[in-house]
């Protein structure tokens, strides 16, 4: 196995909802062809992988994780013809496609749950997890506290309850019997046969879970993943996984198992821990999470993000913890949800404040994993607090100051989500024309921190290690891989740090600052002297002695970053 082939490790991966991204049939509703008619842009700003959230049929009661057709798209947003028009065209443009793969629950209105509440003897009947009475448990484990109540709900047709771990429109798959497993393997393959690149597992825990609800004592509860991992590498080897799985650092060697189970895990402590940097002003939280996970196979990868399509879960913190992150990102109680989390957009969090947008975007792009990106975040988009629980974030891609935001040109009260039309997020400020526009805009900084990683594969295929250094406002850290090595340092703090770095053990020749174009060479005693400003971050290339890891590349660093020569 060579690192290069293994593409998601260097990928960027750009997130999508197509219901609120682009319409093209103007009934309010974004669909595949309006995505399709995108795609010049998605691809211009250098995404790699696009990452769609559900597209199946649905009731929508859940944003589309309620599915009543796995092999299907739902008709609001085109056809499977459309659905293979895109990935056809993506990867023209070298862009790969993953989609969420939500087999946890099905829509209550699945067929499959319609036949099995109908009849004991239903072949789908044991598809679902049934009980006479009520289980005393029925108020722990939910998904969403505060707005669900309980985990069984009663059906009057079977005269039985059924098991929900999310709402109680979407009862849970039993993927303790086996036909629900090949049912799953199925699904993949239909969708790997229209050529996606892989699979973006939702609630992976509650997959594995089930086996030790339904199989108490079973030996290894977790070889359902590597049944999954076997089939998806059987029928198309550099297809990937990418788990939602925000469980106990004990758990996470149980999900990538030996390189045999997932290929990614999105880094849920990372997250709530950046943020707790940042409204600390200091660097220590992110060291400690970056620190806090079990080394991971070789061909394992973290998933980085700042914010998703759902609230940024701060579980992971202690109570005090929460309470600065709540203090500093979201403090009135209509931002909090689920007694957790934060429903704010990623630019208002901040306070819209172009120095901490910029350091979390290139902290984003620095820290050692793979980078995931929420439509919008990249212009600064805002929330719109007035809709339910986590649809606050899903309001429809601020494109123009047209109407509707160049979104839709349907009336305004047949839109799937209102558009942001007020306050300092509105889409006649933010928006992505205006972005494109201004040369120093926020969206130009994104894409240029983008190129500028996809020019430092030591970050996404390397190995890292964290710099000491004695201003606890600044993370300093090294990323390595076949002989070069890239140096991010980010100052987390509001205020000017005066900085030196030792690097006297790292046979480096000169830094070159792949930002500015400064280029520094070490004081006599292999230290360096940066000048910080508030919140500044600085991505340096090092050059490296001569005799560095000579093996590694035939060519010297000068042939390799034809920038990099340091002047005679
Ligand atoms: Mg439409």
Redesign the pocket.
């Known amino acids: 196995m060579k690192r290069r082939d293994l593409w998601y490790k260097n990928a960027i991966i750009y997130c999508i909802d197509v219901e609120t991204f682009q319409?093209?049939?103007?009934?309010?509703?974004?669909?595949f062809?309006?995505l399709l008619m995108r795609l010049e842009k998605i691809a211009s700003l250098g995404y790699t992988c696009i990452w769609l959230l559900p597209f199946y049929p649905t009731p929508n009661r859940d944003n589309g994780y309620d599915i009543t057709d796995y092999y299907a798209v739902d008709p609001?947003?085109?056809s499977l013809g459309d659905f293979v028009e895109f990935v056809h065209a993506a990867r023209d443009y070298g862009i790969r496609v993953i989609i969420d793969l939500v087999v946890n629950h099905t829509s209550i209105e699945h067929p499959w749950f319609q036949d099995a509440r109908s009849d004991p003897n239903s072949r789908y009947r044991n598809y679902y997890i049934w009980s006479k009475e009520k289980p005393p448990d029925a108020r722990e484990g939910m998904v969403f506290p505060g707005v669900q109540n309980t985990t069984w709900t009663f059906d009057r047709k079977a005269q039985m309850y059924y098991f929900h771990r999310f709402y109680n429109h979407q009862a849970d798959l039993n993927t303790a019997n086996p036909e629900v497993r090949d049912e799953i393997c199925k699904i993949m393959g239909f969708w790997l046969q229209l050529g996606v690149s892989g699979f973006r597992i939702d609630a992976a825990p509650f997959l594995v879970e089930m086996r030790k609800v339904q199989e108490p004592g079973v030996s290894d509860p977790y070889e359902y993943l590597t049944e999954f991992r076997r089939f998806l590498s059987w029928r198309k080897g550099d297809a990937v996984m990418l788990a939602e799985a925000n469980v106990p650092m004990k758990d996470i060697p149980e999900y990538f198992g030996q390189g045999d189970r997932m290929h990614m895990l999105f880094h849920f402590m990372l997250n709530q821990h950046l943020f707790l940097a940042l409204a600390c002003g200091e660097a220590e939280p992110i060291k400690r999470a970056l620190y806090m996970p079990p080394p991971i196979p070789e061909t394992g990868q973290w998933a980085i993000f700042l914010r998703n399509h759902d609230e940024i879960d701060l579980s992971g913190l202690t109570d005090e913890e929460r309470r600065e992150v709540f203090a500093a990102f979201g403090p009135e109680p209509e931002m909090q949800i689920y007694n957790r989390g934060i429903r704010r957009r990623l630019a208002p969090m901040l306070g819209g404040d172009r120095r901490r947008l910029e350091l979390m975007f290139s902290l984003l792009f620095t820290l050692p994993g793979t980078p995931v990106i929420w439509y919008g975040d990249e212009i600064g988009m805002g929330e719109d607090l007035s809709l339910d629980e986590r649809n606050s974030v899903r309001t429809p891609m601020q494109w123009t100051t047209e109407q509707n935001a160049g979104f839709?040109t349907?009336p305004e009260d047949a839109l799937i989500r209102p558009v942001v039309s007020e306050g300092p997020y509105r889409y006649k400020k933010i928006n992505l024309v205006n972005e494109t526009r201004d040369e120093d805009s926020l969206l130009n900084r994104v894409e240029r921190l983008l190129r500028l990683r996809k020019e430092c594969p030591e970050i996404g295929y390397g190995d890292w290690k964290i710099l000491e250094v004695d201003q606890p406002e600044v993370l300093a850290h090294l990323c390595e891989w076949d002989g070069s090595m890239v140096l991010a340092v980010h100052n987390l703090a509001d205020r000017p740090i005066e900085l030196t770095i030792n690097l006297e053990n790292e046979q480096i020749d000169h830094l070159l600052d792949l930002i500015g174009d400064e280029v520094r060479p070490p004081s006599e005693n292999g230290s360096y002297e940066l000048d910080l400003e508030a919140y500044e971050y600085r991505w340096l290339r090092c050059i490296m002695k001569p005799d560095y890891a000579e093996e590694a590349s035939p060519l010297p660093a000068e042939a390799r970053f034809p920038q990099t020569r340091y002047p005679e």
């Open positions: 319409d093209s049939n103007n009934d309010g509703i974004g669909d062809g309006g609001r947003l085109g839709s349907a």
